[in-house]
């Protein structure tokens, strides 16, 4: 059973850093491609970063350059380290992958990311 667990989210100052966490069970995290997704409040939900299985990794404009996705494979988990947070990064973060043979899209329930001062 396909299971994404996030964690880690938080308020933060503007400037500051955080690291958010995406628990996975029922499949491996080197497997397929893992995303970050955020939606903040009356906005689309937008892709973030994401690494695939090759460990080749992509992000958002607004992301670059202050933004890392990694993966830990013995933990089975995924990490999103944010730095230089700004206000407009506040929002859900979300963990999402797409099992290939199925289709079919899994999603953690999300962490809240605020900066704020």
């Known amino acids: 059973q396909v299971q994404l667990v996030e964690s880690g989210g938080g308020l933060v100052q503007p400037g500051g850093s955080l690291r958010v966490s995406c628990a996975a069970s029922?499949?491996?995290?080197?497997?397929?491609?893992m995303d970050w997704y955020r939606q903040a409040p009356g906005k689309q939900r937008e892709l973030v970063a994401d690494i695939n299985s090759g460990d080749s990794t992509t992000y958002a404009d607004s992301v670059k350059g202050r933004f890392t996705i990694s993966r830990d494979n013995a933990k089975n988990t995924v990490y999103l380290q944010m730095n230089s947070l700004k206000p407009e990064d506040t929002a859900v973060y979300y963990c999402?992958?797409?099992?290939?043979?199925?289709?079919?899209?899994?999603w953690g329930q999300g962490t809240q990311v605020t900066v704020s001062s």
């Open positions: 029922g499949f491996k995290v080197t497997w397929y491609r």
């Open positions: 999402h992958v797409q099992i290939p043979i199925t289709s079919r899209d899994y």
